[in-house]
């Protein structure tokens, strides 16, 4: 059974510029959750996804935007970067709403 | 709103020894509740969770943790700490968001073992 993947594992981009981040969910799960952490702080709830639909949004503004894909897959696309958005993004699946989440390694994003 | 609250930043200990890192919770419910644990340059690995079921949780790698109603409070305990613990570790709540649940993180306890 394979777990959370996530790609890329690195980014740099600078500010300004659109970024899209992706994420397998695991085997049996249809239920995504993308969450943001700062460097030495805990993550942050951003969205989350249960069969294509939003259905859930933590304090980011709408230039983080995502999608679901048939497959449970997810992407996490952020607009406009700031320096403010350098940070490790975690995507976590589960296999309905409401049930343990299980996380990606994450992928460390830096904005120049 | 749901919160959790680690009580220390930094907890050291000599690896043999007893581990204890605090957590209290506020919630107007019974919640889920969960200890994360994070190596250095990794993603997040769940350790145990608590969903009103039996109040002592065993978790992986010898982990524990007891839900305390009245103090409301989730420690995570293990009696013998090894090298390999040295991580950062998060108490986490579940809330629901209308449809689904995010979940509410605390601010993390960064364990070190020495020898």
């Known amino acids: 059974e394979t777990g959370v993947t996530q790609s890329p594992t690195h980014l740099i981009k600078t500010r300004g510029q659109q970024v899209t981040l992706r994420c397998s969910s695991q085997?049996?799960?249809?239920?995504v959750s993308w969450y943001q952490q700062a460097l030495g702080q805990g993550p942050q709830f951003i969205f989350q996804?249960?069969?294509?639909?939003?259905?859930g949004r933590g304090n980011f503004p709408p230039r983080f935007s995502g999608l679901q894909f048939p497959n449970y897959s997810s992407e996490l696309n952020v607009n406009a970067l700031e320096l403010d958005d350098s940070a490790l993004y975690l995507c976590a699946s589960s296999p309905g709403q409401g049930e343990t989440q299980y996380f990606g390694p994450g992928t460390r994003l830096l904005v120049l | 709103a749901q919160s959790v609250t680690q009580l220390d930043s930094h907890v050291s200990v000599s690896e043999g020894t007893p581990v204890l890192l605090r957590c209290n919770y506020s919630?107007?419910?019974?919640?889920?509740l969960f200890w994360y644990v994070q190596h250095p340059n990794k993603g997040l690995q769940l350790l145990l969770k608590?969903?009103?079921?039996?109040?002592l949780v065993k978790g992986i790698n010898g982990f524990e943790a007891e839900f305390k109603k009245s103090e409301t409070s989730f420690h995570l305990t293990k009696p013998s700490a090894h090298m390999s613990d040295a991580a950062e570790y998060f108490c986490v709540v579940s809330t629901f968001t209308g449809g689904g649940n995010k979940l509410t993180f605390g601010t993390g306890t960064q364990l070190k073992v020495e020898l």
């Open positions: 608590y969903t009103s079921a039996a109040t």
């Open positions: 996804y249960y069969r294509e639909e939003e259905n």
């Open positions: 085997s049996g799960h249809n239920t």
């Open positions: 919630s107007s419910y019974s919640p889920s």
